[in-house]
T-cell receptor
């Protein structure tokens, strides 16, 4: 069965420091991987995706993620965190024609 | 491009009544839309896949007679929560995708409170 794991329920980072939100996947075939952010009582906003091509994917708001096939990981990163980055982050994956599977989410707290 | 609009943003209803939530793809045609339910501090649970012109496909454990889905056009899917009860209170989110390579776009969600 396909799955996406986010091992951390919460990540705390000081403002200005680099941040990493972890994600590992188990998807058959070529994986389609996504990161979304959710603010309170809002839908999900797309941050970035990996379909094919360069392993380092750059997305919205200065976020990036690195696809690592050998480690089956797709960690989300940002060089310098902002307080406004505080939100709930979801990693998701699918193969081309299957439904998308979400991780459980990681709450990111950026401390001023 | 690929904007999904969801309405209403929030709704309060009495037990026993029905509530309809709309999901529209504004600038693309979506033959397939997805409905999710999210409990507080939890991930999204896929409820059903809405297919234009045919019956929805429900996930295991989701009551199809309770959560009626209609996808009558290429830009509109509706979810009706029938005979709502307090345990149906939740955050409901729809999504669609422009193409397999594009990624999924989500509506802004509907907060349903049944009193």
């Amino acid at each position: 069965a396909q799955s996406v794991a986010q091992p951390e329920d919460q990540v705390n980072v000081a403002e200005g420091n680099p941040l990493t939100v972890k994600c590992t996947y188990s998807v058959s075939g070529n994986p389609y991987l996504f990161w979304y952010v959710q603010y309170p009582n809002r839908g999900l906003q797309f941050l970035l995706k990996y379909i094919t091509g360069d392993n380092l994917v750059k997305g919205s708001y200065g976020f990036e993620a690195e696809f690592n096939k050998s480690q089956t990981s797709f960690h989300l990163k940002k060089p310098s965190a902002l307080v406004s980055d505080s939100a709930l982050y979801f990693c998701a994956g699918s193969n081309r024609d299957d439904k998308i599977i979400f991780g459980k989410g990681t709450r990111l707290h950026i401390l001023p | 491009g690929a904007v999904v609009s969801q309405h209403p943003s929030w709704v309060i209803c009495k037990s026993g009544t029905s509530v309809k939530i709309e999901c529209r793809s504004l600038d693309f045609q979506a033959t397939t839309m997805f409905w999710y339910r999210q409990f507080p501090k939890q991930s999204l649970m896929l409820m059903a896949t809405s297919n234009e012109g045919s019956k929805a496909t429900y996930e295991q454990g989701v009551e199809k007679d309770k959560f009626l889905i209609n996808h009558a056009s290429l830009t509109l899917s509706t979810l009706t929560v029938t005979s709502a009860h307090p345990e149906d209170s939740s955050f409901y989110i729809c999504s669609a995708r422009l193409s397999p390579n594009y990624g999924y776009t989500f509506g802004s969600g509907t907060r349903l409170t049944v009193v």
